[in-house]
């Protein structure tokens, strides 16, 4: 069984970037498709994007394309998500899972970290 922690949250300013990072044990995730969500304070849980094994494709939701951007570190067991030009509206948890039986089936979390955007 996979354990996911997320670490690398704050508080910025509109505008700052923050990189979080994923931080997998347990057993290697290389071999897994990899997503972000991310949850504000009273909403759904929303997708942010996934990363394939390899990391050679990615996939983003509107709101984030052309900001944020995935990466995975296999060797080191670590996906990651750089979010630039941060906005207030991507305030909220962000959580990472790993699909570990199938492609887009989401089964494994993290605890999730906080990002704030300040205005």
């Known amino acids: 069984q996979v354990q996911l922690v997320e670490s690398g949250g704050g508080l910025v300013q509109t505008g700052d970037s923050l990189r979080l990072s994923c931080a997998a044990s347990g057993r290697t995730i290389s071999s897994y498709y990899m997503a972000w969500f991310r949850q504000a304070q009273g909403k759904e849980r929303e997708f942010v994007g996934w990363?394939?094994?390899?990391?050679?494709?990615?996939y983003y939701v509107k709101a984030v394309r052309g900001r944020f951007t995935i990466s995975r570190d296999n060797a080191k067991n670590t996906i990651y998500l750089q979010m630039d030009s941060l906005k207030p509206e991507d305030t909220a948890v962000y959580y990472c899972?790993?699909?570990?039986?199938?492609?887009?089936?989401?089964?494994?979390w993290g605890q999730g970290t906080q990002v704030t955007v300040s205005s």
């Open positions: 899972a790993a699909a570990t039986r199938s492609p887009g089936s989401y089964d494994a």
């Open positions: 990363i394939s094994e390899s990391g050679d494709r990615t």
